[in-house]
C-alpha cells in the first residue's frame, strides 16, 4: 500500500502495476447513499486491491479498500490479520470498537492515540463467536479478558485519502 498512499490516477495504477489486470466499474458505496467509479487491481487475486475514486474519471482517489486474505499493508505495518494486541501496540494506547453484524462491523476508534490522524480506518472481526450483546452498532463496553476470549483481528483497512484543502 505504500505506493498508493501518495495521490494517484487510473493511468498512475496502469503504469505502477502492468501487470495487475485492472478491472473497472461503478457501484453505490457509503451504506448506498453515494454512486462511485472504482478499480480493482489483481482481480481474480487474494492481493485484490479496491481503489474508490472520487470522480467519474479516476483522477482523484477517495479510497483504498483491502479485505480476504491480501498481503498488502500499511505504511504503519498494519494488514488483514493483524491482532488487537498488535493494534494497540501500533497505536501507542488503548482503542474502542463498535458491535458485530451491521455495515461497519468492528470498526477500530483510535481513541486519541497514535494513529488516529493516520487516515487509516480498520474493521476487526473475532475469530470465536461474539457474545449475543456484541452484535450492536455502538462501541463496545468490555472486559480485557472479553478481548482476549475474542481473538480479535483486522478482517478489512481502508486507507482514506485526506481532504485537501487551500490552507494547505
Known sequence: MEVLADVIAQQDLENIYPEAQIANGSEFFEEGTVE????????????????????????????IYLDGKSRWRSKTG???????????????????FYGF??????????????????????????????????????????????????KLRVRAIILQQPEVTGNN
Open 36 to 63: 462511485r467509479s472504482y478499480s480493482i487491481l489483481y482481480p481474480h487475486s487474494t492481493d485484490k486491491i479496491l481503489v474508490i475514486w472520487k470522480d467519474p474519471e479516476r483522477t482523484e482517489l477517495h479510497q
Open 78 to 96: 498494519i494488514h488483514i490479520g493483524t491482532t488487537y494486541e498488535e493494534l494497540v501496540e501500533l497505536n501507542g494506547g488503548p482503542l474502542k
Open 101 to 150: 453484524g451491521w455495515d461497519y462491523s468492528g470498526a477500530v476508534d483510535w481513541n486519541k492515540g497514535g494513529l488516529e490522524n493516520s487516515n487509516i480506518r480498520v474493521f476487526l472481526e473475532p475469530t470465536v463467536a461474539p457474545p449475543r450483546d456484541f452484535y450492536t452498532d455502538k462501541v463496545i463496553e468490555t472486559t480485557e479478558d472479553e478481548i482476549d476470549n475474542l
